[in-house]
């Protein structure tokens, strides 16, 4: 069964780990990344941008193709499938198709349509037991240009949500979606430490997890962090273990054109860096 990501997100804030979300885009991503979680007992959020459930058609299908693939491979671990950066409509739509938690970003409207909104999402979740992660200001990224900083929430309106009964939070501290700049001024820890004050015992969530030095995602997570989510980095290890079974022309010899054999170099990488990952983020061994 899969589960809303309330539970598994407050476990690790009392226990100072990091949950990962992981954004999946199709069935090896699903096999892959929920193979790993098993064999590391870790708990899991599988995250679905509104343009990968269009890729994979549709909310309904992404629900009950990871649904099936959970229960073939007979997961045990604890497993919530969100929606990532949400809109007002795509929320809802999710909290109908099955989807065991989601995200509503408000984060480009004013406080106070962010917060009206917000609160709409956050009641009609949890009158069906699903976790909500709402968003606070904006968090750099390549939509908004990079810039050395990445963009910082104020604290005093991440009380303001936080207020309404979000389960979890998702501030800029400093953080970036994608590949990080080469001059990147690294999270704001004091904004973080803040945030957390104001908030008071919710945990936050770190967006653009890829490519953060792992000594600043620990300090974070130290500070009130419980969920990373991780998208590019895992698109990065299929892509270049890809490249390389073509590169050293397997995909020509026998039947190496074979579908099942082309995607599974990459399908494997995605697994051990999964493996690797939750090591990092302390959530190892916690669903045991
Ligand atoms: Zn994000």
Known sequence: MLVSAKEMLEKAHAGQYGVAQFNINNLEWIKAILKACEEAKSPVILGVSEGAAKYMCGFKNVVDMVRNVHDQLKITVPVAIHLDHGSFEGAKAC?????????????????????????????????????????????????????????????????????????????????????????????????????????????LVLHGGSGIPKEQVLKAISLGVSKINVNTELQLVFQDATRQYILADKDITGKGYDPRKLLAAGTDAITKKCIEMVKDFGSYGKAE
């Not at 609160?119 to 009158?127: D, G």
């Not at 104020?154 to 700049?181: M, R, S, T």
Request: hydrophobic residues 40%; aromatic residues 8%.
């Open 95 to 203: 909290i109908e198709a099955g989807f065991t938690s989601v995200m509503f970003d408000g984060s480009h409207f004013s406080i106070e349509e962010n917060i009206a909104k917000s609160k709409e999402i956050i009641e009609f979740a949890h009158s069906r037991g699903i976790s909500v992660e709402c968003e606070v200001g904006g968090i750099g990224g390549e939509e908004d240009g990079v810039t050395s900083l990445g963009e910082v929430a104020n604290p005093d309106e991440c009380k303001q949500i936080a207020d309404l009964g979000v389960d979890f939070l998702a501030a800029g501290i400093g953080n970036i979606h994608g590949k990080y700049p080469e001059n990147w001024a690294g999270l704001n820890f004091d904004v973080l430490a803040e945030i957390q004050r104001k908030v008071g015992n919710k945990p």
